[in-house]
């Protein structure tokens, strides 16, 4: 594996992160705590990764010199954003002054799949990991099809740059396949059966530079108008279930070769079969809960596997859940300041816009009190 030939990088050492969000924040406040610097590449100017990064670049994603002379500045690379183009970054790994490889962890493929609804749901099939039914769309008579294939409710989702819900519309048979094709902006898409899920929940694994793995335990999740609200530990989960999800990650990071994190999104079918939904190379909303209830939280784990540091213990000593802060949520912050066992964790950002998230808070749980 070309992995291995890199010296690990320790305390002194830059770790690169393209994309200054929230994700890139955590993973530089984690970093930092291990001695490791961080600079930053983002088009936004004093967001929340720049703040906490001892070197920050501010220019477009499309700026290959800016790229270029940023990557010259780090010992690894790695993306909280996934939607760079995945052939840019493969060039910023190869393309280096004297021959020299700059390790970009994970590497382009794992990018690539998990930008393309098409390729991820193919990828997963591969594998034997089970998905809801689709259908690849490439116009309205293929739609209609794929709804009379499905035959039920159904979901229409853009082939790529959906999050939060976004780029997707619900349709039953006998809606006009035109008109949804049409409300997407008439991109590639995929059509799914629904699932008449029972729960969602989703895993987190990390692999290391040496192929170790360290798999979170599967949170269960409560979204609220397609963004995530809570995630919740212990998930309502049997054991044969928490191994099953626990399985799938491990599968989907192997094969993807993964160096760093893998987060999968499954259903709980109402037959208690776990469907995988989508899956993401980089940390994910749904593990900020191990920032205050596991040993080493996912940010420490990424800075870990991409550093070609040994991995840490993802145990988690107690219950929690996790509430995201969206728009003006987070002005309850004094609220939350106050009350008892509560951790804070703000981005950092200037305009509260509704729908944004601007930062979440880690509370601990009482299973025995669940009104889930
Ligand atoms: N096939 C499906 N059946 C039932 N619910 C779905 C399905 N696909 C998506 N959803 C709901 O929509 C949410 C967002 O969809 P997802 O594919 O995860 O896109 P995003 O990239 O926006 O997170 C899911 O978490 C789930 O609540
Ligand atoms: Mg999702």
């Not at 499309?62 to 995945?86: G, I, K």
């Not at 919740?232 to 928490?242: E, H, K």
């Amino acid at each position: 594996m070309s992995h291995a030939i890199h010296k690990p990088i320790g305390p002194g050492g830059w770790l690169g992160i393209l994309g200054g969000g929230q994700l890139g924040r955590m993973t530089a406040l984690a970093a930092a705590r291990l001695g490791i610097r961080c600079h930053v590449f983002t088009p936004e100017r004093e967001g929340p990764a720049e703040q906490v990064c001892a070197r920050a670049t501010i220019a477009p994603y499309q700026d290959l010199v800016a790229l270029d002379r940023f990557a010259q500045s780090v010992d690894a690379l790695t993306f909280e954003f996934e939607n760079v183009p995945a052939a840019s970054l493969a060039a910023l790994e190869h393309n280096r002054p004297g021959g020299r490889v700059l390790p970009l962890r994970p590497g382009p493929r794992a990018l690539e799949i998990a930008q393309d609804r098409v390729r991820e749901k193919t990828f997963f099939g591969e594998l034997g990991i089970p998905t809801a039914p689709w259908h690849p769309i490439d116009g309205p008579i293929a739609l209609q099809a794929a709804l009379l294939a499905v035959g039920g409710p159904a979901i229409l989702k853009t082939n790529r740059l959906g999050y939060d819900g976004k780029g997707q519309v619900r349709l039953k048979p006998g809606d006009d396949a035109t008109a949804a094709w049409n409300a997407l902006g008439g991109v590639p898409a995929v059509l799914e059966g629904m699932v008449p899920f029972t729960a969602e929940v989703s895993v987190i694994i990390a692999r290391g530079v040496d192929g170790a793995t360290a798999c979170f335990e599967p949170t269960e999740n409560v979204h609220r108008n397609g963004i995530l609200h809570t995630s919740t530990v212990p998930a309502r989960l049997t054991p044969a279930q928490i191994e099953q999800a626990k399985a799938i990650a491990l599968t989907a990071a192997r094969a993807l070769d993964l160096v760093g994190l893998l987060a999968v999104e499954l259903f709980v079918a109402p037959d208690g079969a776990l469907l995988a939904n989508e899956m993401a190379p980089r940390p994910h909303n749904s593990g900020h809960w191990t920032m205050d209830a596991c040993h080493a939280d996912q940010f420490e784990q990424l800075v870990r596997a991409v550093c070609g540091l040994p991995l840490g213990d993802p145990g988690r000593f107690r219950p929690m859940r996790m509430t995201n802060l969206i728009g003006v949520d987070a002005e309850t912050w004094p609220a939350i300041l106050a009350r008892p066992g509560a951790r804070l964790h703000l981005y950092g950002k200037a305009d509260c816009r509704p729908g944004r998230k601007m930062g979440h808070v880690n509370d601990p749980f009482d299973p025995a009190g669940d009104a889930r």
